[in-house]
């Protein structure tokens, strides 16, 4: 028995070389929450009042990190080019010769959406949605293994002071989240009023409106 064991484990040992090894795998760089940054701001101490960090593993504190600098980036764009059109700055030129339709003649705000598809032409929509996708699976693709919001390679600026390069980071965050709330704001306000937030204050004077000029205090 001893023997017919010996003979197994001789033949089985070759037979394992052949075997290739098992790919390590991307080692993802995440911290905890606590020692995330941006995690402490302002509020003396981890501020989670719906305890939503609670037993949430490093891979999950790392993907929603990626996905808050990403919808703060978004926002920080969604929220300049409101107000340039809100200003009713334009593109020069021709949107759609066929249709000898301009730059201008597109509505501002969520009226450009109204009546999809006839306000932009077809052709614009499949240019919109296609240029955000090769930005979102190419250019702009979150690697795993690097930190989050790490994208970009060289188009984004480094800063090889660990000082500066924190308080950037924390202002880029800050600013991201101001964003998403003054976006979703004139999203809200062209919804009530039709209007964008600029030529609302200026026709109106309140940011409350007919409500605000029946309040006392």
Avoid at 117 to 136: R, T
Avoid at 143 to 172: C, H, M, Q, W
């Amino acid at each position: 028995m001893a023997r017919l064991s010996a003979v197994v484990l001789a033949l089985a040992a070759p037979a394992g070389a052949l075997v290739a090894p098992a790919a390590p795998k991307a080692t993802v760089k995440v911290q905890g929450v606590s020692d995330m940054i941006g995690g402490t701001i302002e509020t003396a101490g981890l501020w989670d009042p719906l305890r939503l960090s609670d037993g949430a593993s490093d891979e999950q504190l790392h993907r929603w990190r990626c996905v808050e600098l990403k919808h703060g980036r978004v926002a920080m764009a969604a929220t300049v080019g409101y107000l340039y059109n809100d200003l009713q700055l334009n593109f020069p030129g021709t949107l759609s010769p066929s249709a000898s339709l301009k730059f201008a003649d597109v509505p501002t705000g969520l009226a450009a959406t109204h009546g999809f598809p006839n306000s932009v032409p077809i052709a614009g929509w499949v240019q919109i949605i296609g240029f955000i996708g090769v930005l979102e699976t190419t250019t702009f693709k979150q690697d795993p293994a690097k930190e989050a919001g790490n994208v970009g390679g060289d188009l984004f600026r480094r800063y090889s002071d660990p000082a500066e390069r924190e308080t950037k980071l924390i202002s880029e965050l800050k600013n991201g989240r101001l964003a998403m709330m003054g976006i979703m704001g004139m999203l809200v306000t062209d919804q009530l009023t039709g209007m964008g937030p600029i030529s609302w204050l200026v026709k109106d004077g309140s940011p409350f409106g007919v409500v605000g000029s029946k309040l006392t205090f």
